[in-house]
Structures are given as C-alpha cells and as structure tokens.
C-alpha cells in the first residue's frame, strides 16, 4: 500500500524557518514527480512546489526565493525548506506523488505566529 508520511510541522514564528520531511513507501520513489501543497481553513489547496526524477523544481510564485524542494531517492525523502515564513503560510502541508495515479499524506500543520 502507497504511504506519504509528512513530518516536521510546527509552530514558527514568523522569519523563521521550518523543513518538512515526507516519507514515501510502496512506490518507486525515483519515478515520481513529488510535491507539496498545502490548504488553509476555508480555502482551496494550492501547489506550493513539484520536484522531477531529475529534481527539476517548480515553485508557486508566493514561495520563490523563500522555500526550496529537495529529494533524497535513497532515502525515499521528499523534503520543503521554509525559510522567511509569513503568516499567511499557516497551513496544512500535504505531500504528493505523481505519475498517473496520485497519491497524498495526511498533512503536517505550519503554524506562524505574528
């Protein structure tokens, strides 16, 4: 069975930094285009990057030059760096894989303090 296991969420003050870490298990890892998205109460969930086989990164425009996407295929590891944290970052984090199918973790929760 596909898992994605999201971890390193918390509570930041705002500047500060957080990485998130996904643990992916059941799929080929190296294949998969990884991601993460995330979801605010009362909004929709927006991409907030994608990382490729060959970690070619795309970001959404209200991360760039704050958050990097890196992969880890030996470790099966898809991780967010947040750096520079605002407010309006507070969210659920949830991670992706995608290659026809897609699959999602549970989320981790960012919370930034004023």
């Not at 957080?18 to 993460?36: D, E, K, Q």
């Not at 795309?58 to 407010?87: C, E, H, P, W």
Request: charged share 20%; hydrophobic share 35%; net charge positive.
């Amino acid at each position: 069975q596909v898992q994605l296991v999201e971890s390193g969420g918390g509570l930041v003050q705002a500047g500060g930094s957080l990485r998130l870490s996904c643990a992916a298990s059941g799929i080929t890892f190296s294949m998969y285009v990884m991601g993460w998205y995330r979801q605010a109460p009362g909004k929709q969930r927006e991409l907030v990057a994608t990382i490729t086989s060959d970690s070619r990164t795309n970001y959404a425009d209200f991360v760039k030059g704050r958050f990097t996407i890196s992969r880890d295929n030996a470790k099966n590891t898809v991780y967010l760096q947040m750096n520079s944290l605002k407010s309006e970052d507070t969210a659920v984090y949830y991670c992706n894989a995608r290659i026809w199918d897609d699959y999602w973790g549970q989320g981790t929760q960012v919370t930034v303090s004023s």
